[in-house]
């Protein structure tokens, strides 16, 4: 019913940078959450940044003050800008939205194709 669509990832060398796109389409007038998660070979998927409709953004103590998170709810378009890229970053990025349920605590999750990005020199 909502769909995610990635663009943006890419080959960069240490310290270069790369901007991630999703665009959401379908029923997303529920959605309350957008954000980035992460997986490299081997770990855990990881949340690297979420941002709401009012514009309050959280991140991931390993990206913070390298990458920023942004939207236009207009378009419904969330966006990742990543600086100072290091080798540690090196994953596939998936695009989030979630959909709150009753209890609060619980959501359903919407995920994108996932965005390669390699972070080598």
């Known amino acids: 019913q909502v769909q995610l669509v990635e663009s943006g990832g890419g080959l960069v060398q240490p310290g270069g940078s790369l901007r991630l796109s999703c665009a959401a389409s379908?029923?997303?007038?529920?959605?309350?959450?957008m954000g980035w998660y992460r997986q490299a070979p081997g770990k855990q998927r990881e949340l690297v940044a979420g941002?709401?409709?009012?514009?309050?953004?959280n991140y991931a103590d390993s990206v913070k003050g390298r990458f920023t998170i942004s939207r236009d709810n207009a378009k419904n378009t969330v966006y990742l800008q990543m600086n100072s890229l290091k080798p540690q970053d090196t994953a596939v990025y998936y695009c989030?939205?979630?959909?709150?349920?009753?209890?609060?605590?619980?959501?359903?999750?919407?995920w994108g194709q996932g965005t390669q990005v390699t972070v080598s020199s």
């Open positions: 941002i709401n409709r009012g514009g309050s953004t």
């Open positions: 989030n939205a979630k959909r709150p349920l009753i209890p609060t605590y619980s959501a359903y999750d919407y």
């Open positions: 379908g029923s997303i007038d529920s959605i309350n959450v």
